[in-house]
């Protein structure tokens, strides 16, 4: 049984110079090559944005967080909704924080492992605050970090491209 994903890749801030690498990398990942809508990014002087959403085979997401990956000033999310034969699946990037990954639910909810959750309770015993560790595992710092950036772009077109398969 073949199963497509979809998916949306949002470039929150890239300098210019680094757009065309972008378009390559998520291009090489589609099998396709693309354009993206870059628009200037307000919330960083000098530094563009542009989404894409995309279909193509379940695992996707993670190619595309790693052909982007650890870029300096390049802070992105991709996701991937769940299909029939696997889970979504959310990733955030920041040059300071590197990659947060999450597993998505059908409702776009992110679920926390079980071995995860027993780790934060033990940090929380040894000092951490529980609060603080399930914030990390939920990705709040990605979020706080990146809000500033996603509200810049609400409102930009987004353009569907499918995988050639």
Same mark, same amino acid.
């Given at each position: 049984m073949s199963s497509s994903a979809r998916g949306?890749?949002?470039v929150h801030s890239?300098?210019?110079a680094l757009c065309p690498h972008i378009e390559w990398a998520v291009g090489g990942v589609l099998g396709v090559p693309i354009s993206? /809508?870059?628009t200037s990014q307000p919330a960083e002087q000098g530094?563009?944005?542009a989404e894409l959403s995309w279909q193509a085979g379940p695992g996707t997401a993670a190619v595309l967080c790693s052909a982007l990956r650890g870029w300096p000033h390049v802070r992105y999310e991709v996701t991937e909704d769940p299909t029939p034969v696997s889970e979504g699946g959310r990733f955030s990037y920041t040059p300071e924080l590197g990659v947060f990954h999450a597993v998505?639910?059908?409702?776009g909810d992110l679920m926390i /492992?079980?071995?995860r959750l027993r780790a934060a309770t033990a940090k929380g015993e040894h000092g951490e605050t529980l609060a603080d560790e399930i914030a990390a595992l939920l990705g709040q710092p990605w979020d706080d970090e990146l809000e500033p950036f996603r509200h810049a772009g609400?409102?930009?077109p987004v353009r569907w491209l499918h995988q050639v398969v």
């Open positions: 949306v890749i949002y890239a300098p210019s993206l /809508p870059w530094a563009y944005r998505t639910g059908l409702h /492992p079980e071995d609400e409102g930009a």
